[in-house]
């Protein structure tokens, strides 16, 4: 059991419908060139063969008497019940993507279930995935969250390697680069500036088109 710190449980405490704190992610990917089948369905199935790690292993625990959070190990945690699949229409854009992501980005996580959802979203023009990852952020710092995802980005889609956002820091902590991570810092802070002055639902527009160009499954 870990308890939280000060700061960790003033996020959930403070939280409210209006004032969410949660670390989200955008992510896009094309199947390779040639390859046939249902490529939503095989990402899934790969992903969903790599374990659930720290802190996505982890479930919110209020102690009885003292009122206290905690992060309680749960080793039983099915990935598979965390990750939620949508079709989207025939002939929807990039648009119609960011509408359907912006609905699912003001609902708040289920505190009773474990802090972190996967949607999967199928039926972009050239057989594109979009995946759309949510978890809270008295789990998780936005540095931390930034090392796990970059870490399971592939820089070459010559390059097979079955990765799972929810592996947590372990795949953060076998995959570390000091060069990625000042890219993927700097790329936060450019997508800050475009949000605040640009259209769309904040972090999410932007963020999926920065990672669309190097993430190729």
């Keep these: 059991m870990t308890k939280l710190s000060p700061v960790d449980t003033a996020f959930f405490l403070l ?127 936005g540095i931390g969250f930034i090392k796990i995802v970059t870490a399971t980005v592939s820089k070459s889609a010559r390059r097979e390697s079955r990765q799972s956002i929810w592996r947590g820091m372990r795949v953060a902590a076998e995959n570390a680069d000091p060069s990625d991570m000042a890219h993927a810092l700097l790329n936060l802070a450019l997508e800050a500036g475009r949000t605040a002055s640009g259209p769309g639902p904040p972090g999410v527009a932007s963020g999926a088109a920065r990672l669309s160009a190097s993430d190729t499954v």
């Design 15 to 141: 939280e409210t419908e209006q004032r969410s704190d949660e670390c989200r992610g955008p992510r896009r990917a094309r199947p390779a060139q040639g390859a046939r089948g249902r490529f939503a369905d095989r990402l899934v199935a790969r992903m969903l063969k790599v374990p659930v790690g720290p802190p996505f292993n982890c479930r919110l625990h209020k102690a009885p008497v003292t009122g206290r959070l905690s992060l309680e190990p749960d080793q039983e945690i099915d990935a598979s019940r965390q990750v939620f699949r949508h079709k989207l229409p025939a002939g929807c854009e990039l648009q119609g993507l960011f509408e359907r992501v912006s609905n699912i980005h003001v609902e708040l996580l289920d505190r009773s279930a474990p802090l972190w959802q996967v949607h999967v979203f199928e039926g972009l023009p050239a057989g594109r995935v979009a995946m759309y990852f949510k978890t809270h952020h008295g789990v998780i710092d």
